[in-house]
C-alpha cells in the first residue's frame, strides 16, 4: 500500500524520458526503473505523464503531451492550447516548461477546488517551475534514491511488477511486456465523475 497523500492533496507525477528512464538511461547516472512509471499508472492508477520524449508514451503506454491537448481542447472546451514558448510557430513541439504547464491547467481547470502537486523528473533542472506552482523537481538518480529511502509518498514499487530494465530505444507500436492502457480516456472518466463538470454530449 503506498503512503497516502495528505487528504487535501492529488499528486501528478510527469517524466521524461531520455537521460531519466531506463529505456534510454543516463551513461553516468542511475535511471528511474521504466517498471515504475507503469507500476504507478496501471496499479496505483497515479495521473502519470510523459512530458519530455514521446516514445515513453508508447513504451509506458501512458499519456502524454497530445493526451493533454486534447482533454484541453475538447473535453473541457477551451479551444487550442496557448502555448507561450513552443519550439515551432505552429505549436507543433513545445519546450518542455510549457509542456508541463499544460498538464497543470489542465488539472487545475478540471479542479478548481483541489490541491495539487506535481512532480516532474527530469535530468534537466526545471526547479524554476516551483516559483509558478504546486510544482516539485527530482534529477532522477535524485528520485530513485529518495524512493528507495522511503523519502517520497509514494511507495516503491515491487521489483517484479513490470520489467525495469529498458525497452529497444525508439520501440514503436510493439512494447515488449504486457500493460494494461491507461490514456485519454480515463482522463475523461475522471473528468466525468467530477461535480463541477458536465458529462460530453
Known sequence: MSNPVESTERIVLCFDRDDTVSVNPHPDHRAVPVGWVQYWSHVEEIPVFASGNQHLRVEAEIPGI?????????????????????QFEDYWKPRRRDGLRLIQDVYQTAYPDEDFRFVVVDDVDVSDLEEEGPWEHHFPWDFVEVVENGNFVLDEPPEDAFRNDGVP?????????????????????????????????
Not at 493533454?68 to 513552443?86: I, K, R
Not at 512494447?175 to 463538470?197: A, C, K, M, N, Y
Open 169 to 201: 530505444f525508439n520501440s514503436t507500436d510493439d512494447p515488449d511486456f504486457e500493460i494494461e492502457r491507461r490514456t485519454v480516456d480515463e482522463i475523461q472518466d475522471e473528468l466525468r465523475g467530477s461535480d463541477h463538470l458536465d458529462a460530453p454530449q
Open 66 to 86: 497530445s493526451e493533454a491537448e486534447h482533454v484541453w481542447e475538447e473535453y473541457l472546451d477551451n479551444g487550442e492550447y496557448d502555448y507561450e514558448n513552443s
